[in-house]
Every structure is written in structure tokens, then in C-alpha cells.
């Protein structure tokens, strides 16, 4: 099991488009309930079934395994919830951190979340001029809540 | 993907319990939704992760990925809708083909089933003589609803 802490901004400006390279991820879930999430992701040309458990604070179990092409494209066709989720994500070193900044296309389109994985809860780090408000806490910006309450109907 | 052809049917007698050798069998669920089910399985010392589509007839896609022991113990132990499905499965060949014959623990204790899987659903198979009647069609007897309403409510 890895533990993955994450915090989570909205960007304060557009500073980010500039940087990094966008990449097209495409993800969806077999299971969205907040105790047992199994998530399928393809990222780029790469897929991944990633299990979470429970997140305690800013923390929370996660296991991640390599899928077969198909098998992800299948998941995501038939089997997922709907509607799933795509995005393009850009990786942005600020630092001595990557920052992962997700552009939200679909039903999510207009939503932009900067993330950042630290390697414990205390952790000091250095915010970009680009990054604004954190919003770690609010459930509604977890990918598996966007499927069921989507940006556009906020 | 493969798809999965399965006949269950109740024991008419004891006749299966002399045969084979029982491996016991601990299994969970990180998603029971019929749609999309994603088991976790601890068969012997090995581990897998299976996820079923919704079944149309007696077919269903099933896909299996091996799952690291470790990593099963703690889906089961801790993420998994509990309570977890703990059995006993003797295989038992008759007239070219396979039984599973499944001796459930715990809360589903005094329930065995037998299963036979087939390659298409016309294919015509031999009943042993210890076999009754088939529930193929009745969910009561889904693993993944055995959780939800075990043997001992029924």
C-alpha cells in the first residue's frame, strides 16, 4: 500500500497554460463509494485500476496495478459509471515539487484543480503565483463526486 | 475478455463431499453492483481481482488480474463490504467436465452449491449422481447478494 497525501487549489490565473505538456486522461469508476473506490484511468497510452480507501484527513490508502489497453477501454465503455471523467493533465515542477494541473473537458468543462502530493502532512512547499485557494476539503472536487454533481451543474 | 458460462445447481445428496481435496476460498467485494462487480479473491496462496460485467442469460464478461497476497488480505480485512464470503471448493471432474462444488463458512454455513462452467449455452453436459436442482436463475444464490442476505436469514 502506498499512503498518498494530496492538497488541492484552484488556480488564482492562467499562469499554468503555459507550462508543462498536456496529456489526455480519461478515467472512470467501477466503484465511486468513498470507502472502496476502484478507479480505471488511461493516461496518455498507459491504463491503471488504483483502489482508495477512506481518506483520513488529507490521507488515504492507495494501490495501483497496470490494466491491459483494451480491457481499460472496455471498463470505461461498458462497465463504469456515467458519465466518465476526461481531462488533460499538465505536470509543473515548482520548487522541488510537481504540481499536477487538471483541465476538465465534458460535463466538467471550465473546472481547473492543482494538486500536490506530499510526503507527510506537515510538509512545508512553496505555492506557484499561479495557484489560488486551497480546497482539500471540499468533497466536491473528488473525481468520483464530479460524475454525480458535474461542474456545469454547480 | 472472456466471457463466462455457468450452471448452479443444489446437491441432492452428500456424494460430492468424498471427492476432491477442499481449498479454502475468502472473498470480498470492493463492488457488488450487478453492473459492475469487483471481487477479491484468496484462493490457496494466490490472489486475484475479477471484475464481471451484468449478466445476459447465463453470460457474463468476466475479466481476472492476479492481485499481490498482501494487498487481498487488507481488501479483505479492511476495505471490502463485509461481512467477506469464506467457503471450502472441491473440483470434481465428471464426463469431461468440471464441478465446483462450494461448501460455505460462517454466516452462510449449511449452504453448498455446485457449479459447472460451460463453453456456449447450448452446450449438453452429464449430471453426477449427487446433483439436484439447478438455481442458475435464482440471485439469492450470487455470492456478491450472499453478503447482503446470507443462508442463515433465509
Sequence with gaps: MGVEIERKFLPATDGWRQQGQPVLIRQGYL?????????????GDE????????AVGVTRGEWEYPLPLDDAQEFLDRLCEQPII???RRRIDHAGFTWEVDEFLGVNA????????????????????WVGVEVTDDARY?????????FSSW
Excluded: C, D, W
Design 31 to 43: 466503484s465511486s463509494h468513498p470507502e472502496r473506490v476502484v478507479r480505471v484511468r488511461i493516461y
Design 47 to 54: 491504463a491503471f485500476m488504483t483502489i482508495k480507501s477512506k
Design 86 to 88: 476526461e481531462k488533460y
Design 110 to 129: 471550465g473546472l481547473v484543480v492543482a494538486e500536490i502530493e506530499l510526503p507527510s502532512e506537515r510538509q512545508a512547499f512553496e505555492k506557484p503565483e
Design 142 to 150: 473528488l473525481n468520483s463526486n464530479l460524475i454525480r454533481h458535474p
